[in-house]
């Protein structure tokens, strides 16, 4: 057997995933619908994207020193994240955090903000007495007092995804109120400051040898954007315009922290891209051939966009391009008759044989109930109309 020239890494087959080992415990409850849901809520990705923004009235931040004294410091959670099957869209556990109060500058009010680890600097609402939300969510953060009334902790309430979790009650259900509310101790009235890299986001539409144009969003550090660093991509049909510097630095972190350049690709026919949108198209091109313009598939459009990067950004001539499920399969795309600086893949959980072990099929059975909607939300309309069939 010939052996790749570049490496390939995570390919979940071989062994579980950190996806995976939150997934077993709940082989033993109807695997269709969780499945389904679980699929679904990753495409939308973190858990506060997945309602609009809850119709509370907020009230004016009180603004004496004693009362956001009260407020501002660390905190540690005394758990280490919900131990229900959602905890991973709920991102990696943290353990501590903060509540900053930023006094009124530059006609701004003044605010409270949490920021942690994994989690860059966000803006909280104040809705009412000793309760924070956190804007585009229904997460709240209720602050404890104790018998004295001095606050000595606080609980979040990730309320969006109880109720997600109870759309697929089951008995014995893995998600309840309980297990999704989260309980932290006052450590310090210091706040501590968490500092992450800045990136300076820009877009382009990067044509492919048959002309089309696919819409890429490029994330490049601000600290040093003259150096020759690696590129990372990611391919995927599920839109890639919100992706901004805070958004990297909570899904990526480490990575982010490395200093790479990240490109974020909508793929042929999807969001801001152009061309039409074959559900895992096929492999169709000549393998060595790079010029031929009526023979275009996944495997090309990585290639071209590849060639793209290489010459339009300040980078060291090494890409590696990384996805999960249906981002897995581009991702192995990029692997097949790959560009020369392609030196890594990462397919996580990708979607290859669908006909034996895979979301459409299972042992060749079709999954009607999943397959029919997840088809139609992605090839009734260049964006995700996964909603619109609950109508």
């Not at 530059?106 to 909280?124: C, I, K, N, W």
């Not at 009526?294 to 060291?316: F, G, I, P």
């Not at 399969?329 to 030196?343: C, E, L, Q, R, Y």
Request: proline share 6%.
């Amino acid at each position: 057997m010939r052996r790749s020239r570049f490496l390939t890494i995570g390919t979940s087959y071989l062994q579980p995933t950190r996806m995976q080992k939150i997934w077993m415990p709940a082989l033993k409850y109807p695997i269709p619908l969780l499945q389904a849901f679980l699929f679904f809520i990753s495409i939308f990705g973190l858990a506060g994207s997945l309602l609009a923004e809850p119709p509370h009235s907020s009230v004016a931040m009180p603004t004496d020193a004693a009362t956001l004294a009260e407020f501002t410091g660390a905190y540690r959670y005394l758990d280490s994240g919900t131990p229900c099957y959602l905890n991973f869209y709920l991102g990696e556990p943290q353990s501590d955090f903060s509540l900053v109060y930023q006094a009124p500058h530059d006609g701004e009010d003044g605010a409270m903000f949490v920021e942690g680890p994994r989690s860059p600097r966000t803006r909280l609402r104040y809705i009412e007495k000793d309760t924070l939300l956190l804007p585009g969510t229904d997460v709240e953060y209720q602050l404890q007092r104790d018998s004295h009334g001095k606050v000595i902790g606080l609980t979040r309430d990730d309320a969006a995804i109880v109720k997600a979790a109870e759309e697929v009650t089951v008995p014995g259900q893995l998600c309840n109120r309980e297990t999704i509310l989260r309980h932290a101790a006052k450590v310090d009235a210091i706040p501590k400051h968490y500092l992450f890299p800045d990136y300076v986001r820009s877009e382009f539409m990067v044509a492919m040898r048959d002309g089309v144009k696919l819409h890429l969003v490029l994330l490049q550090p601000a600290i040093h954007p003259t150096a020759a660093l690696p590129i990372l991509l990611l391919r995927t049909p599920y839109g890639v315009e919100s992706w901004d510097s805070d958004g990297l630095n909570a899904r990526y972190t480490e990575l982010a922290a490395s200093g790479y350049i990240f490109a974020f690709e909508d793929i042929r026919g999807r969001y801001g891209s152009g061309g039409q949108f074959v559900m895992n198209r096929a492999v169709v091109h000549k393998i060595g051939d790079h010029t031929d313009a009526t023979r275009v598939d996944e495997s090309t459009d990585a290639y071209d966009t590849v060639e793209w990067l290489v010459h339009n950004t300040t980078n060291n001539g090494r890409v590696g391009v990384m996805g999960v499920s249906y981002d897995g399969f581009t991702a192995i795309m990029a692997g097949i008759d790959p560009h020369p600086a392609v030196k890594a893949i990462s397919p996580q959980a990708p979607m290859t044989n669908t006909w034996i072990g895979d979301d459409f099929f299972h042992n060749g059975a079709f999954r009607q109930t999943y397959g029919f909607d997840y088809g139609m939300g992605m090839e009734s309309s260049k964006k995700n109309a996964f909603q619109k069939l609950k109508q």
